[in-house]
């Protein structure tokens, strides 16, 4: 097999981008932990962490890239010729991008105006208008305004001219809006003597993450050195390499080299048919084995070395003990793991993941055909994951830290690291298996497409690019949101105690995963021998799965829109002189007080 | 317990208790899921409204408004709590009308002090100043605010309100032993919490007209 330089070019890309999001999700992972964490319980958490910066050089990182943003986009559409679905594509895009981000710089400075005063004729007029949520309401009647003129006149004659000029105008709103924002936070801050530079609190874990580089690499005088330095190395490297089997994106296509027939680089096709690429595809996925999510178990069951190597050569009784746990529960847990999956194995006909995807892209997500084996896996997965309720192997309350006992420094943050690259490369894993991957609801290959059965509601023809870029952004978010599912059961609940731990994995989950086995033969088989209107049935069914994980998604989000609409509740409590005192002073929150 | 071990010394007493039932386990609390899904709910609620005030700058005000309601971290350095009215602070030393110390060098606060942490060496005024023989003043005033406990003794025991503790200040923490000794300058430059050095209560010096004096018709001094 041999590549062109192109083609080995995108492929250290495509790891370049899978190892990083796997890296900076699980260092916003540990952010998260420490910081959503604490707020959980009604403290701040760590967030003291700040680089002071030169009030000059804050103001130019502040207008810079809002520059480079700017001039880019109006770049783009200036040297862009936009054809078809493109062209009303990139219209409505761009027109609703900016109105987006019109309101949405409105309502920031509306809340800073009303937290720190009207300072300026400019602040004046923000503050005439009132409550900040009245630029989400204008930007919200915008956002329909646009679309709705956009909807009337497509396809007349004056649909032409109207696309332009949402493209036009949309673009130079947009780069004017963000110059503006950008502008006003840098003259905002040209008085400050110098500006810290938090990122949320993100920059804590940096903190941390460089501290343990500099510290002391500690190794017990009668520990085997060599395993010692070694078993952080063997259960970090699993851990990030395990995704290269995931796709995070439908396969782009690209147009071939007329000359040898490879991939072009330069021809992006614009539109594909709703089945297959007429050109050269190209999988966003690292590696498409033919043992598919095998090789993601294989791999991920030599980390179980890394611990118990950590645990033997520590020359410590409580790193012993805590290896002896890792490498009991790892085992204890893959079998169920892997035993869940293989009903998945039996519907999707297949053990590779991007076509065990496409199969949920097709028909449904894993979640509604084996919704048991979800639970199953999610369960097993966080056990795996040796965190929070099952981490007996780490059981400081028990011995002491388990088999890091003996480790400082940067070995110690690697096996750190790599528990939180196992959270992140899991729940990549399960949004592919049983969440469907990159599929969204009614967005096919070739554009918008809501169908129940063969009653087509709504098609709408959409770029390739674009919708390729929309499925990877759904991948994310669904991996993000099962990180933080299991981010909340970490904050939730206690430890398991390890014959809870054995018994709930031996006696429950393996019993209930082969059960799952069972079942799900028995519902092939019935669905085989059924008649060909069990299929259409079925087909409807499907359908109607994904209606109603559309309409719950645009549920879920009014209803988020609602929450962060309503006001916060609160109870103003004057009954201590110091609180009194606060009141004079404008309170604690905004202020800055030192009495 | 007296009368068991007098009726029997060394056999085993006899212990009554009293039967406490078992908790009643059901189904939904032996599943263990219907529990997870409610500590859950519990978890993402608080998640969900801190986070949103947090971002919106919502959040609570822990010195004005109910615990309950948010959180109510102040991150110290920025924000402080102002605190009460009667509290005890770091003592500051008032000032008369001429800039100089109200304190007469009597003794008293450094006698009252448990702490034995106030020192103070007396000076007498010049030949010829009227408050020679009437007051003194001090040439050293150091209270070593490491060893004070705050008690407010010294306060109490002045007779000249020369002493006080309303700065609203707590003792910083500093980074040496040194640092803590308190020295008369150091001491005088500190405000009242309303910003002032002087108090209300009016000094009368000897040879003013408002001073009594010793005789019941106010002169004769």
């Known amino acids: ?595 | 317990m007296a009368d068991s071990s007098s009726s029997s010394p060394l056999g085993p007493r006899s212990v009554q208790g009293k039967p406490v039932s078992r908790p009643k386990r059901g189904a939904g609390v032996q599943a263990y899921v219907p529990e997870i899904a409610k500590g859950l709910a519990i978890t993402m609620g608080h998640f969900f409204r801190n986070t949103k005030e947090m971002a919106f700058n919502q959040r609570n005000d822990p010195t004005l408004e109910g615990v309950e309601d948010g959180i109510n971290t102040i991150s110290y350095p920025e924000q402080r709590r102002p605190y009460a009215a009667r509290f005890r602070g770091v003592h500051r030393l008032t000032h008369r009308d001429d800039g100089s110390p109200r304190c007469v060098a009597c003794l008293c606060c450094s006698t009252a002090c448990p702490a034995q942490c106030i020192h103070i060496e007396a000076g007498e005024y010049p030949v010829g100043d009227p408050r020679r023989g009437y007051e003194r003043f001090p040439q050293r005033f150091v209270i070593d605010e490491l060893r004070c406990v705050f008690c407010g003794f010294c306060v109490e025991a002045c007779p000249c309100d020369a002493i006080r503790m309303d700065t609203g200040v707590h003792a910083a923490p500093y980074d040496s032993r040194e640092q803590f000794i308190f020295e008369k300058n150091l001491l005088m430059s500190f405000p009242g919490r309303d910003g002032s050095h002087v108090t209300a209560n009016p000094r009368h010096e000897p040879g003013e007209a408002s001073h009594p004096g010793i005789t019941r018709e106010g002169g004769g001094h």
Request: hydrophobic share 55%; net charge positive.
């Open chain 1, 1 to 595: 097999m041999n590549f062109t330089l192109i083609e080995f070019g995108l492929f250290f890309l495509k790891a370049f981008v899978v190892v990083m999001f796997a890296m900076n999700v699980a260092v916003i992972l540990t952010w998260a932990d420490r910081r959503q964490g604490s707020m959980i319980q009604d403290r701040v958490g760590p967030n003291r962490a700040v680089a002071w910066i030169p009030t000059k050089v804050a103001m130019v990182l502040a207008v810079l890239p809002a520059l480079g943003l700017a001039a880019g986009v109006l770049g783009l559409v200036a040297r862009t010729d936009f054809e078809g679905p493109t062209r009303s594509f990139a219209s409505v895009a761009l027109s609703q991008l900016a109105i987006f981000w019109v309101w949405l710089t409105g309502i920031i400075i509306a809340g800073r105006v009303a937290d720190r005063g009207v300072k300026n004729s400019f602040d004046a007029f923000i503050a005439s208008v009132g409550d900040p949520r009245r630029f989400f309401y204008g930007g919200l009647a915008a956002h329909f305004l646009a679309f709705a003129i956009g909807a009337v006149y497509r396809g007349t004659e004056i649909g032409q001219t109207v696309e332009q000029a949402g493209i036009s105008a949309g673009a130079g709103l947009f780069a004017f809006a963000v110059l503006f924002g950008a502008g006003y936070a840098a003259y905002s801050i040209r008085n400050e003597p110098r500006v810290g530079l938090r990122l949320l609190g993100l920059l804590h874990p940096a903190a941390d993450g460089l501290k343990t580089i500099f510290k002391e690499d500690f190794i017990p005088p009668n520990a085997d050195k060599f395993l010692h330095s070694i078993a952080p190395v063997i259960a970090f490297f699993p851990a990030l390499v395990v995704l290269g089997v995931v796709p995070f994106g439908d396969s782009l296509c690209f147009g071939a080299d007329p000359a040898t027939g490879r991939l072009a680089i330069d021809q992006l096709m614009t539109t594909v048919p709703a089945e297959g690429c007429n050109g050269v595809a190209l999988p966003l996925q690292v590696a498409s084995l033919n043992v598919g999510v095998l090789y993601f178990f294989a791999l991920g069951g030599t980390g179980i070395v890394g611990a118990a190597l950590a645990g033997w050569a520590s020359d410590n009784k409580y790193s012993l003990l805590g290896g002896l746990r890792a490498a009991s529960q790892m085992v204890s847990y893959e079998v169920t793991m892997v035993l869940t999956l293989i009903g998945a194995f039996m519907i999707y006909g297949t053990v590779r993941v991007e076509d065990m995807v496409r199969w949920q892209a097709a028909n449904t997500w894993g979640i509604f055909v084996q919704p048991l084996a979800f639970v199953l896996f999610f369960t097993a997965s966080v056990a795996e994951s040796k965190r929070i309720p099952f981490d007996l192997p780490e059981g400081e309350s028990e011995i002491v830290a388990g088999y890091y006992t003996e480790y400082a420094g940067m070995k110690f943050a690697m096996f750190f690291f790599a528990e939180y690259i196992a959270v992140v490369t899991g729940s990549a894993l399960m949004a592919a298996l049983f969440l469907g991957g990159w599929d969204l609801p009614f967005l096919r290959p070739d554009g918008l497409y809501v169908a129940i059965g063969d009653t087509v509601f709504l098609q709408e023809a959409l770029p390739h690019p674009a919708i390729v870029a929309i499925g990877a952004l759904g991948f994310v978010l669904k991996t993000l949101f099962l990180c933080w599912v299991q981010l909340t059961i970490r904050w939730t609940l206690p430890r398991f105690r390890y014959d809870q731990l054995m018994r709930l994995g031996w006696r429950k989950l393996l019993p209930a995963s082969l059960a799952n086995v069972l079942a799900t033969g028995l519902l092939i088989l019935a669905v085989q021998s059924a008649g060909p209107r069990v299929v259409s049935a079925l087909a409807i069914v499907s359908d109607l799965t994904k209606a109603l994980l559309a309409v719950g998604g645009i549920v879920v989000g009014i209803v988020f829109v609602l929450f962060l609409l309503k006001p916060a509740k609160k109870r103003r409590l004057l009954a201590t002189t110091s609180a009194q005192f606060a009141a004079a002073l404008g309170g604690t929150r905004s202020a800055r007080m030192s009495a």
